[in-house]
């Protein structure tokens, strides 16, 4: 599977969730999740700094035109997608994350291969982010 991290550096919640998905590639090592980050549109120089400052052990790929970000359909950021081994979304998260939570670590751990093959229908569910959850 493949957690694709859509991101900038200027974007503060985007940053603490680097961190989190870090925690998670490194919890995961023994699982068969890779996590790729896509900066988009900033300069190379600033994403590299960024990344000196707090490296991480996944690949971090440059979306300098936004091209790749508007062919996800991407409209915030962060947002983030788990892929299955064909490629195809199998969740979508708009908003930071906490990827340490336990139903996130569980949904993750439903959608890993031997786990799919159990499911009778692909849905593509989406997370809620408690940041937007009002209270009445």
């Known amino acids: ?13 985007c940053v603490r969730e680097i961190a989190s998905l ?5 919890t995961s090592r023994d699982r068969p999740l890779k996590v790729v980050a896509i900066d988009v549109a900033e300069v190379d120089l600033r994403v590299r700094a960024f990344f000196e400052k707090q490296p991480v052990d996944f690949p ?6 936004r ?6 359909r991407v409209s915030a950021l962060p947002s983030t997608y788990v892929l299955a081994p064909d490629l195809t979304p199998r969740l979508f998260i708009a ?5 340490s939570r336990p139903d996130v670590l569980a949904t993750i751990e439903a959608l890993y291969p031997a786990a799919v093959s159990r499911a009778e229908s692909v849905t593509v569910p989406t997370i809620r982010n408690p940041r937007e959850e009002t209270t009445p």
């Open 1 to 13: 599977m493949v957690l694709l991290h859509f991101f900038a550096t200027w974007c503060e919640p």
């Open 22 to 26: 870090q925690r998670l590639g490194a």
């Open 60 to 65: 971090v790929l440059l979306d300098r035109d």
């Open 67 to 72: 091209a790749v970000t508007k062919a996800w």
């Open 95 to 99: 908003g930071d994350l906490d990827w």
